[in-house]
């Protein structure tokens, strides 16, 4: 009976991972020195035409980068630009208001009443006249003043 249960037991021995033959390298000293690299002209020729496409290429891609960048940079300036225009827009919408109730008779008036002062008389008032040629010279003239004094 011992030797059928060694037949049927799996032997326990231990498989080798080596498959096939060992692979072993040996160093071998090469002398190239004597050997001479001959030039292919038409292996220069491909570098030359792949170097010059290759800075064409470069190069454009640096045109659309910078276009591309400063198109940007326009359109800050553009939108800071815009900004301060509606700023100024409004600041002259509000100096336009501030100067037309200045300018309100009404408020004048009762400023000038609060000074002491008074309507003034008939023949005080002297109107310029308005000549219609603009480009015409002014000339000055003496006319006699009627002073009054009530004081």
Known sequence: MSALAMQSA??????????????????????NSRLVKLED???GRE?????FALCCLFLL??????QHFRAIEYGYK???????????????RALRLEEASLRDPE???????????QSPQPGQ???????ADVTAPVMASITPVAVISGW
């Open 47 to 51: 570098m030359k035409f792949f170097g």
């Open 107 to 117: 408020r004048i008036d009762v400023m000038a009443r609060k000074l002491g002062m």
């Open 10 to 31: 799996p032997s326990v021995r231990s498989k080798s991972c080596w498959l096939g033959t060992p692979e072993i390298y040996f160093r071998k000293q090469i002398d």
């Open 61 to 66: 891609v640096m045109g659309y980068a910078l």
């Open 125 to 131: 008032v002297v109107r310029m006249e308005v000549s």
């Open 41 to 43: 002209p038409r292996r």
């Open 78 to 92: 553009i939108e800071t630009l815009r900004s301060q225009r509606d700023g100024m827009v409004e600041m002259n």
